[in-house]
């Protein structure tokens, strides 16, 4: 039995950063092959107010328009939280099918990929946890 669209889909972590915004391309892909819907977080610091809610959302807005194609956009939900970005990814995360972070090439610990955020994830079973890079803008050496 196949499961509705509706029903099926990934969840990405978007924060502005070059490899969350690789997160996000990765996620439509991901979301095309298995007939998902994508839902798009961002995760404001502190207890934000209600005006950065908005300011956060419409950003969030204008960059899922200019990387999701036009036709994908009916399925994409775009939510705008507060709190630990991993505590909330765990919760966004918990019916979908994949998840997906942007990587983080440094941390305060000098930590790979994924940072604080990642060492906190909490994958569930049949949650992939996917860590994306845009190795566009990715240093040199």
Do not use: K
Request: proline fraction near 6%; charge should be positive.
């Amino acid at each position: 039995m196949r499961l509705r669209t509706s029903l099926r889909r990934v969840v990405v972590g978007v924060d502005g950063s070059p490899n969350s915004l690789a997160a996000l391309r990765r996620a439509v892909r991901e979301a095309h092959e298995r007939q998902a819907a994508i839902e798009v977080v961002r995760v404001l610091p502190g207890t934000p107010g209600r005006l950065a809610r908005i300011r956060g959302w419409l950003a969030l807005r204008a960059i899922a328009a200019r990387i999701v194609p036009m036709e994908q956009q009916f399925t994409t939900r775009l939510r705008v939280a507060s709190g630990s970005p991993a505590e909330v990814l765990n919760r966004a995360s918990e019916y979908a099918e994949a998840l997906l972070i942007g990587a983080r090439a440094q941390t305060a610990a000098r930590g790979p990929l994924g940072g604080e955020v990642l060492g906190n994830l909490r994958t569930r079973p049949g949650c992939e946890l996917i860590i994306c890079a845009d190795h566009a803008t990715a240093p040199r050496d």
